[in-house]
């Protein structure tokens, strides 16, 4: 919507059992699977998260570009 934003449905968090993504926005248990949207947000501020989107965004690419050249992904 215009005027609000849903999130916090996959919280990002170091403890699986508490957070379905980590740091990088990548699934605990599905190692190939990022979230780069507004689910892993637990909250929201009074101003239009657009930009921090993008930037969780850009950092998960990198970080996934890194893994899959490591063989990890």
């Known amino acids: 919507g215009s005027t609000?934003?849903?999130m916090g449905t996959a919280?990002?968090?170091r403890d699986?059992?508490?957070s379905v993504l980590n740091g990088n926005n990548q699934l605990?248990?599905?190692k190939?699977?990022?979230v780069t949207d507004g689910s892993c947000m637990?909250?929201?501020a009074s101003q239009n998260p657009s930009l921090t989107y993008?930037?969780?965004t850009a950092r998960a690419c990198?970080?996934?570009m890194e893994e899959l050249k490591k063989g990890n992904l």
């Open 4 to 6: 609000i934003h849903e």
């Open 11 to 13: 919280r990002m968090g």
């Open 16 to 18: 699986p059992k508490t």
């Open 28 to 30: 605990h248990a599905v």
């Open 32 to 34: 190939n699977v990022f």
């Open 42 to 44: 637990t909250s929201s």
């Open 54 to 56: 993008m930037a969780l």
């Open 62 to 64: 990198n970080f996934a």
